[in-house]
Nanobody
């Protein structure tokens, strides 16, 4: 059974940091590009960051470049999203995706 389980969300003040994790099981994690998406209330889901199967290639949504870093540990079947200098507009539910599989999401709220 495939599972993607996100964790690390929460409430943080503007300028703060959070580190999201997504633990995968049930599929060959190391073979797949992994992705972080987010969906804010009333908006469409958008791709935030992507990392290649081996971790050597990454890409980011323009609005998070220089603030967010995606990484992965294939030995632990886990992908991470380090989020720094958070802004109110980063508030959303964050999801990880690998192949056709999605996690359940973790809420990130940036508020003073």
């Amino acid at each position: 059974q495939v599972q993607l389980v996100e964790s690390g969300g929460g409430v943080v003040q503007p300028g703060g940091s959070l580190r999201l994790s997504c633990a995968a099981s049930g599929f060959t994690f190391s073979r797949y590009t992994m992705n972080w998406y987010r969906q804010a209330l009333g908006k469409e889901r958008e791709l935030v960051a992507q990392i290649s199967s081996g971790g050597g290639s990454t890409s980011y949504l323009d609005s998070v470049k220089g603030r967010f870093t995606i990484s992965r540990d294939n030995a632990k079947n886990t992908v991470y999203l380090q989020m720094n200098s958070l802004k109110v507009e980063d508030t959303a539910v964050y999801y990880c995706r690998g192949s056709t599989y999605w996690g359940q999401g973790t809420q990130v709220t940036v508020s003073s």
